[in-house]
């Protein structure tokens, strides 16, 4: 697990406009962690809806 300042870190330098290669140095992470971590930040975190089975919920 990525500690939440290195994925902040990640998602900035990215912004300003590094290269995964280069945050990757600047880092010390892999590329493979940075892209993850990228391809995290965008996708949407789902919102938890309840689902009720029942009949009676309708």
Do not use: Y
């Not at 990525?2 to 994925?7: F, K, Q, R, V």
């Not at 945050?23 to 949407?44: D, E, G, K, M, Y």
């Amino acid at each position: 697990m990525i500690a939440p300042e290195i994925g902040q870190s990640v998602r900035t330098l990215q912004a300003h406009g590094h290269s995964v290669r280069e945050i990757s140095r600047l880092l010390r992470l892999s590329r493979n962690t940075v892209l993850r971590v990228l391809r995290a930040a965008a996708q949407p975190v789902p919102a938890f809806t309840a689902r009720c089975r029942s009949v009676l919920c309708s």
